[in-house]
Each structure stands twice: as C-alpha cells, then as structure tokens.
C-alpha cells in the first residue's frame, strides 16, 4: 500500500488561486505516476489531471487546463495542483492518486488513493 494524503483545500472566492498538495508517504514518489481526481457534491469522481513518473509531462482535463497546473516536488515527496481563477463549479473534494507505473508512463488505472481535501468556492 502507498498511503497518500491531501491538504491545502479550503473556503475561497470565486476568481481566487489555491494550491492543493499531495504528499506520498513511506515511498519515493519518483516511483510513481499520479493524478488529481474531484468529486462534486451530488456528482461522480471526476479526472482533473497527471503527471507522468520520470518527467515534467502533464496532461489536464479539458475543462481546467487554461486555470490549473500541476508540478512535483520530489524532495518533498509532493505532487501539488496550483488552481487559478477558481469558479463555483470547482467547488468538490480533490483526491490524489498514484500507480507503478513504468518511468515515463502516465496511469492506466490507479491503486492507491487518498482520502481527499474540500474545496469550496463561493461568490
């Protein structure tokens, strides 16, 4: 198992940034590809973004990719989700994700997640 555990989420404006973090616990995170998963209330889990193990390559979803980013820092063990110019419909519990994957390969499916972090905007 691969523990992974959420922060940084929280009440904010709508047109206001946030910066969500991912830190993988007990394991390299260099050993890993993940992702950021949400979930809306009343809605099903939703893919946000990846980031491919070995590499800066990212790919997002469609509907974030003008207003979201996603890095890691691996001397922290930390994957983040920087989110810019955030709207009502942003408002879900963001969850992390990973699998072993091989180097420079993004996730075919996940296997580990955690418990996700509330993120709530209003206007």
């Known amino acids: 198992q691969v523990p992974l555990v959420e922060s940084g989420g929280g009440l904010v404006q709508a047109g206001d940034s946030l910066r969500l973090s991912c830190t993988v616990l007990q394991h390299n995170i260099t050993s890993f590809s993940l992702g950021w998963f949400r979930q809306p209330p009343g809605k099903e889990r939703e893919f946000v973004g990846a980031?491919?193990?070995?590499?800066?390559?990212?790919k997002l979803a469609d509907s974030v990719k003008d207003r979201f980013q996603i890095s890691r820092d691996s001397a922290k063990n930390q994957m983040h989700l920087q989110m810019s110019r955030l709207q009502l419909d942003d408002t879900a519990v963001y969850s992390c994700a990973a699998c072993s994957a091989f180097r420079h390969h993004f996730c075919s499916q996940y296997d580990f997640w955690g418990q996700g972090t509330q993120v709530t905007v209003s206007s």
């Open positions: 980031l491919r193990r070995g590499s800066d390559t990212t």
